[in-house]
């Protein structure tokens, strides 16, 4: 039997590879129990309690889905920011450190400056110019800290579950009649689904072909937009007349500075587990479909 840990399970990304998992969607070839926490089960910033669960019995993987991820509200959380960010995935490496589990960690894209013009490779400089990136880059340090660690760099990250950039504008558009979306920051969407079969492959791959490479990867769809070409994506799959008026982001100033171009180059992770990753766009229809699936 093998186990696996998700921390907070509830958010985007866990409940993705929770729904996978219930669908039965992937195929082991062994007996998995998986173990889906969150902050009310297991609070990753209690040492203790993190202890006691690695303790009380063998853990193979775990996924740390767990984040403070308010982008803007960081900017004046920054403790509890790096609290959760940082000092939990310290928490969690210290947990594991004599066991034999591997750990699957998350991060951003907003660790890169943007300032670069071409996709992002894992070796190239970081340089956050936010809290919330700033954060996620020491969770990073602590994540890799540790032998057994794999840590998957995403952007953009939407699903059908919790808030996000694609069920908001979903639902503006049905009610307003213009919405401003800025045009000057371009990356790549990912489809928390697709993010979650990813990592449930590489776990797959690691039981059944013993391949589990530790280090840093990058994870998004494929493909590059700017905000608002997603915003017109979303637009137009929905019945609606509401006009999306592109504009620049000095003219929606938010109290975090996000990158201006942060597209993720995914050739390692393509190259060593082999993997597909569908185009923004047809994920964009996955999702709808799953969107009409909860109602
Ligand atoms: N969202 C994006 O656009 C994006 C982009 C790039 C990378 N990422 C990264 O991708 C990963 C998954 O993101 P997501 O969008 O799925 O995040 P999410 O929806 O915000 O989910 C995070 C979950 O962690 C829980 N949590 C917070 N503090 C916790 C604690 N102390 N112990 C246990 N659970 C705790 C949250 O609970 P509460 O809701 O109650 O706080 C929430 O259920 C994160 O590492 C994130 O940084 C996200």
């Given at each position: 039997?093998?186990?696996?840990?998700?921390?907070?399970?509830?958010?985007?990304?866990?409940?993705?590879?929770?729904?996978?998992?219930?669908?039965?969607?992937?195929?082991?070839?062994?007996?998995?129990?998986?173990?889906?926490?969150?902050?009310?089960?297991?609070?990753?910033?209690?040492?203790?309690?993190?202890?006691?669960?690695?303790?009380?019995?063998?853990?193979?993987?775990?996924?740390?889905?767990?984040?403070?991820?308010?982008?803007?509200?960081?900017?004046?959380?920054?403790?509890?920011?790096?609290?959760?960010?940082?000092?939990?995935?310290?928490?969690?490496?210290?947990?594991?450190?004599?066991?034999?589990?591997?750990?699957?960690?998350?991060?951003?894209?907003?660790?890169?400056?943007?300032?670069?013009?071409?996709?992002?490779?894992?070796?190239?400089?970081?340089?956050?110019?936010?809290?919330?990136?700033?954060?996620?880059?020491?969770?990073e340090e602590y994540a890799l800290s540790y032998k057994n660690s794999i840590c998957i760099r995403t952007s953009w990250l939407y699903s059908s579950f919790g808030k996000n950039f694609a069920k908001t504008i979903y639902k503006l558009c049905k009610e307003k009649e213009n919405l401003n979306v800025v045009f000057d920051q371009i990356g790549t969407p990912t489809y928390a689904y697709d993010l979650a079969q990813t990592i449930l492959t590489i776990i797959k791959q690691s039981i059944s072909e013993n391949l589990f490479v530790p280090g840093i990867y990058h994870y998004s769809n494929e493909g590059v937009c700017s905000w608002f070409d997603f915003a017109k994506a979303i637009a137009s799959k929905t019945n609606t007349t509401c006009i999306i008026n592109p504009i620049e982001s000095k003219d929606f100033p938010t109290p975090a500075k996000r990158p201006f171009y942060s597209v993720l180059n995914k050739e390692k992770i393509k190259s060593i587990y082999k993997i597909n990753i569908p185009h923004w766009y047809d994920s964009l229809n996955a999702f709808f479909k799953a969107i009409q699936a909860q109602l």
């Open positions: 039997m093998i186990t696996i840990l998700v921390t907070g399970a509830n958010g985007q990304l866990g409940n993705e590879i929770k729904s996978i998992y219930k669908k039965d969607i992937i195929d082991f070839k062994t007996p998995i129990k998986f173990i889906f926490t969150d902050i009310d089960t297991l609070d990753i910033s209690n040492k203790i309690s993190l202890k006691k669960i690695f303790q009380d019995q063998t853990i193979d993987y775990i996924i740390n889905c767990a984040a403070y991820t308010n982008v803007d509200l960081a900017e004046t959380e920054k403790d509890k920011a790096f609290n959760i960010n940082a000092t939990c995935v310290e928490h969690i490496v210290n947990s594991i450190r004599e066991t034999n589990t591997k750990l699957i960690h998350i991060s951003t894209d907003y660790v890169f400056d943007g300032n670069s013009y071409i996709p992002y490779k894992e070796n190239m400089s970081t340089n956050p110019q936010s809290v919330y990136g700033s954060s996620k880059l020491k969770g």
